[in-house]
């Protein structure tokens, strides 16, 4: 099975086209939103969002990655397979918002606006429980459906939001829109799996071991890739404040705006790289090589420009109040050229029965992180975490898959992609 398969190019087209809606949507509303909070304000709902994503891998139990190859190869337990890891989820969420109130409470006993932002944060954790049910239309390449609730949710959300704005509401109300959007999603999604799937949801002990047996690697490793990922922000925040936070959240936003169509590009060829595995080695490495091809080449690409463009991006969207986020998106953009890439080795990696060495490249990424995070914030503060970020992701996508021995041949893929002619074999695909 090929990448030039013809189901492929239409579910990530739905995708593509509903996230560039939604896009425009979040830059539209999260602009407009950062200019009335200001960077404090801006930099503190970013705080909030930060805390509560150092649970989202402990309350997912790292079963997202694992869902899509369990659904893929065995289909005849797809309805178990998905409800027990929603009910393991659940479980975990409601710990995972008792947790979140208790380091708040802890971390910021004194500022009773952060600790209230914090809690109301937290609960879309029990709402993301439910968006698992995502990967299901994921394996039967059905993403419209998905792509679609998605833009309909966060048009709800973003409707709130201006609801907001015109009557002047306080930080606390914007901390609850994420868990509105989530909240959406959730429902929608279930009714559309209960009317097109003849399995029902249902629990099963033995499902929820086999489950928790692949997925434990990554309960671990999602941690560490939250800690760097997001470590950066929440010492931002505590050792030079809300006001730089917001800086780089700023910056991050923008450099982020493209992900969509990374993500959809990769939701759409994963359960084809897991099934073409199931059968023939060559055709695997071959969709492997050519997913890094375009994720590799479209970051640089975008990176390129972000960086010579930066100065009017940021003028544009955020105004003079944001001018210090031009040297920080500058630096950030080239976050992207990486990141995806790891995304790529993780897809690899489960497809070889490699899960086990996750948590050492997460580990090892998380300690650099914190470590350059400590060393640069205090000196050069935004930009030195922007440069920690985009020096951690090399490193673990990187130079990591060329060091590790367990990594070597997914290495030898990656480089393998670079070379021209699989550029020129990507555009001939895609003109077919």
């Not at 249902?202 to 434990?216: H, M, T, Y």
């Not at 099934?275 to 080449?297: C, G, P």
């Amino acid at each position: 099975m090929k990448l030039s398969n013809n189901r492929i190019v239409k579910n990530a087209s739905w995708i593509v086209v509903c996230r560039i809606a939604q896009a425009v949507l979040s830059f539209v509303i999260g602009t407009i939103s950062a200019r009335y909070l200001g960077p404090s304000n801006y930099g503190l709902i970013s705080y909030g969002a930060s805390v509560v994503s150092f649970l989202v891998p402990v309350v997912q139990l790292g079963l997202r990655h694992v869902l899509v190859q369990e659904m893929v190869n065995h289909p005849e337990r797809e309805g178990k397979i998905l409800g027990t890891s929603l009910v393991m989820s659940m479980v975990s969420a409601g710990l995972g918002i008792v947790g979140v109130a208790a380091f708040a409470m802890i971390a910021n006993r004194n500022d009773t606006d952060t600790i209230v932002v914090c809690v109301l944060s937290s609960i879309s954790l029990l709402f993301q429980c439910w968006e698992m049910i995502q990967y299901w239309f994921q394996a039967k390449l059905k993403s419209k459906y998905m792509a679609v609730t998605s833009l309909i949710a966060y048009a709800i959300a973003s409707a709130y939001r201006l609801v907001l704005l015109v009557t002047g509401q306080s930080v606390h109300w914007f901390a609850l829109a994420t868990s509105l959007d989530f909240c959406i999603i959730s429902v929608v999604l279930t009714v559309i799996y209960k009317r097109m799937s003849v399995q029902k949801l249902s629990f099963s002990w033995d499902v929820g071991k086999a489950l928790f047996a692949k997925s434990r690697y990554y309960i671990v490793s999602g941690l560490m890739v939250v800690l760097h990922s997001n470590t950066d922000r929440v010492m931002l925040t505590m050792m030079r404040g809300e006001g730089e936070n917001g800086f780089y959240t700023a910056a991050f936003t923008c450099a982020s705006l493209l992900g969509f169509v990374y993500e959809a590009i990769i939701d759409s060829v994963r359960p084809i790289i897991f099934e073409s595995k199931k059968h023939d080695q060559v055709s695997f490495e071959s969709n492997v090589k050519r997913l890094y091809t375009l994720v590799i080449y479209m970051g640089l690409l975008q990176s390129l420009v972000f960086t010579v463009l930066s100065p009017l991006i940021i003028s544009v969207l955020y105004g003079q109040e944001y001018q210090a986020s031009v040297l920080v998106l500058q630096v950030l953009t080239w976050y992207t050229a990486f990141s995806y890439t790891g995304t790529v080795r993780n897809i690899w990696i489960l497809a070889e029965d490699k899960q086990r060495i996750i948590w050492v490249i997460n580990l090892l990424g998380a300690v650099l992180n914190i470590a350059g995070n400590f060393v640069l914030i205090p000196w050069i503060g935004a930009v030195g975490a922007a440069i920690a970020s985009v020096a951690t992701q090399f490193f673990t996508n990187f130079v990591l898959s060329l060091l590790l021995p367990i990594l070597r041949r997914n290495g030898q893929l990656m480089l393998g992609s670079l070379h021209p002619k699989m550029l020129k074999d990507i555009v001939r695909l895609v003109k077919r």
